[in-house]
């Protein structure tokens, strides 16, 4: 959408009860893409972005790039910028593009399709999920750095850090609460003994809490809202898609393969698109 996640929660929370079909539908399926890891749907522009890291997700190489899509899945610039490090989250709101870029927030002009600004993090270890509040502020998780970063009238600084996040991926704002889809405490080769649950930081105080009873879930990536009751929040080691209620109750949604990542989704038209990091490809669902 454009005003991507902000404008799909915003709908969102006004159709309860009013979800897509009972069981995904697959609509299509693209390939050829590298390690492509984000998507962000802009229905207005009839268009798909999908960030490809193109490399490893910690290093600085410049191989990464941002390709588009149709809203039917063809391929139209399959490199439309290039000259990033390894973007993972993308959030689209009004004309610029905000890319999470290992340690840099990239801004890219839409119209023109050009880096329009460059936001450091500095000490950032692997940034990844974005989200938005109403006040157009925007989020960032540094995934590894178990941190959160904001961007706010043009200022980027580290906003969160604490063990608490148990290595924070997908995020999502939702009211006076930022949701955090977590990876769970990582191990030196990113896996788990533990898996991650989904997390409610409090805007106002930055107080952390498990959504629910904080049982663990899986090695949580991206997260959007479904429904008044729920979240879908995708797993990348298990390559599935859970739906989440805002008690923290989860059920297996959807099973694809392993490297589901950060997805998005439309509730006005129940198009849901589903980056395959592990497999190179992006999916499309009617949820």
Not at 173 to 196: H, R
Request: proline share 4%; with cysteine; hydrophobic share 45%.
């Amino acid at each position: 959408m454009r005003i991507s996640r902000l404008a799909a929660l915003a709908l969102a929370l006004t159709l309860t009860g009013c979800g897509g079909p009972e069981k995904p539908t697959k609509l299509w399926e693209a390939t050829g893409f590298k390690e492509p890891e984000s998507v962000a749907i802009d229905d207005m522009e009839g268009v798909i972005y999908v960030s490809n890291v193109a490399g490893s997700p910690a290093e600085k190489d410049g191989n990464g790039y941002i390709s588009k899509l149709t809203l039917d899945g063809k391929v139209t610039a399959a490199e439309w910028v290039t000259g990033l490090d390894s973007p993972k989250g993308v959030l689209l709101i009004d004309d610029r593009l905000y890319v999470a870029d290992l340690d840099n927030l990239v801004e890219i002009d839409i119209t023109t399709g050009t880096i329009a600004a460059r936001h450091a993090a500095p000490g950032a270890k692997i940034l990844n999920g974005i989200a938005a509040d109403s006040e157009g502020r925007i989020y960032v998780s540094d995934w590894i750095g178990n941190a959160i970063w904001r961007l706010t009238d043009g200022t980027f600084e580290k906003w969160l850090e604490s063990d608490e996040l148990k290595n924070p991926n997908g995020l999502l704002v939702d009211g006076d609460k930022l949701i955090v889809a977590a990876w769970g405490k990582a191990e030196p080769d990113f896996s788990t003994k533990v898996p991650g649950n989904l997390l409610a930081v409090n805007l106002a105080d930055k107080t952390i809490a498990n959504l629910g009873n904080g049982k663990p879930v899986g090695n949580l990536d991206g997260i959007v809202a479904f429904d008044a009751d729920s979240f879908i929040v995708t797993d990348w080691v298990a390559g599935k898609a859970f739906r989440i209620t805002r008690s923290g109750d989860a059920t297996e949604y959807l099973a694809i393969s392993q490297g589901t990542a950060d997805l998005d989704y439309d509730p006005a038209s129940h198009l849901a698109v589903i980056p395959v990091m592990a497999s190179g490809k992006v999916v499309a669902y009617k949820f």
